[in-house]
Nanobody, 124 residues
Framework: QVQLVESGGRLVQAGSSLRVSCVAS????????MAWFRQAPGKEREFVAV????????YYQDSVKGRFTISRDNAKNTVYLLMNTLKPEDTAVYYC?????????????????WGQGTQVTVSS
């Protein structure tokens, strides 16, 4: 079992940067592929970014490429999402998700564990 807890979401202005974090429980964090998804009001949950268990491979949704960076620190059981040049359309609840040693999952159905989410609001 893996428990995920996100933090760091808040209200920011368009053009600014924000880093959200997700801390995982358990001693096998280093064997999990980790991802970030987001869900805006009235919309389906969508894939944002994924990182492999070593942190050596990443993949992004087209709309965030070049602006967002996913990374992980296995010693701290933490995965991060650094978001630069934020836009109002980035407003959503951001969720982290985990699945054991799979590459390259991009749909929510491929992940086994989810956090409760952290709200990111970007004002124009």
């Amino acid at each position: 079992q893996v428990q995920l807890v996100e933090s760091g979401g808040r209200l920011v202005q368009a053009g600014s940067s924000l880093r959200v974090s997700c801390v995982a429980s358990g001693r096998t964090f280093g064997s999990y592929t980790m991802a970030w998804f987001r869900q805006a009001p009235g919309k389906e949950r969508e894939f944002v970014a994924v990182v492999n268990w070593y942190g050596t491979l990443t993949y992004y949704q087209d709309s965030v490429k070049g602006r967002f960076t996913i990374s992980r620190d296995n010693a701290k059981n933490t995965v991060y999402l650094l978001m630069n040049t934020l836009k109002p359309e980035d407003t959503a609840v951001y969720y982290c998700a985990a699945v054991q040693m799979r590459w390259r999952p991009t749909t929510q159905y491929e992940f086994d564990y989810w956090g409760q989410g952290t709200q990111v609001t970007v004002s124009s």
